[in-house]
């Protein structure tokens, strides 16, 4: 039975990830050691085949791999991105799986929902219903509802593709900005490839999940937003910096029908200040989208799960490799 051992900057990020069932699940598979190790320096990680981590995996260095845990031959990773500490395992031959798949239901749930809510005007009406009724419905009115409309999705990774799937329900067209989308796959999943300034300009709702790179910094330019229509909204659950923000300021305020839906901010330490926040038509939350509650325990069964492969000696497509980290967010 191979050793394994869980390593976490914060032991309590390892209890609330792994539940008491997965961690059941875990031992019967491996002979895990006690606690949780803070980093790799430890001694008592030199024999240990195998590393279960989350949010707080300690980064570290090629040589502290090699000299600290020269027997190491998985990291198993119940979280998002690996991009922080990935690369120095691949170099050393560590082959590193990640439950990004996994945080990306409740991101695509979460926005497919708000999807909905956006074409039947929600975020408009239901504030004005609380003053006056007959504004609220006169409001509504401009609204298409989920019918022979278009969405925009930016980005078709992970969360992408399960958005594109759910939309796939609705009777709407659904336009998507993805340069590494094949043309294969936006046949199977039911979407038209475009231009982003066609998206902005055209659909009804534009929802980001572009991968957070450097080449994605600022890639939402202005005009888009300045071209969207009126009655139209805006989403993003995925990063702050692929936009300005004061971009999105000047598209509110030019036409105060078009909402905003921000889950993620350029500086979220200082949302509280940002004028955003005074606007009616910008719905702002603290970064909620993601795995949270008992949602955060499927990253751990995802865990299991590609051990599982690794174990049997399948393929798994859990599994990061270098090329893929110049994509993934």
Known sequence: MMKAAFVCENAQMIHRVYGEAQKAALFRRVEMSPGVFRSLQDDALRDVDVIFSTWGMPACTEQEIRQWTPNLKMVFYAAGTVQSFARPFLHEHVR??????????????????????????????????????????????????????????????AIGSLVAEMLGRLD??????????????????????????????????????????????????REYFLSMP?????????????????????????DNTRFALLDVMTEEQNSDANPLNALPNCLITPHIAGSSGLEVRRMAEYAIAALDCALDGRPCEHEVTEAMLKTMA
């Not at 945080?103 to 408009?124: D, E, M, S």
């Not at 009126?230 to 971009?247: A, C, H, M, W």
Request: glycine residues 6%; charged residues 20%.
């Open 96 to 157: 590193v799986f990640s439950a990004w798949r996994a945080n990306a239901v409740p991101v695509a749930q979460y926005t497919f929902a708000q999807i909905i809510l956006a074409l039947k005007g929600y975020f408009a009406v239901q504030p004005l219903t609380r003053t006056c009724r007959s504004k609220a419905q006169a409001v509504f009115q401009h609204y298409p509802g989920c019918f022979d409309v278009k969405v925009g999705l930016l980005g078709c990774g």
């Open 230 to 254: 009126s009655y139209s909204v805006f989403i993003n659950t995925g990063r702050g910096p692929q936009l300005r923000e004061k971009d999105v300021y000047d598209m509110l305020t030019a």
């Open 172 to 221: 709407v067209e659904v336009l998507v900005f993805d340069p590494f989308l094949s043309e294969e796959k936006a046949k199977a999943l039911g979407v038209r490839k475009a231009e982003m300034a066609e998206i902005f300009a055209t659909c009804s709702v534009v929802s980001n999940h572009l991968a957070n790179l450097p080449e994605t910094v600022g890639i939402i330019r």
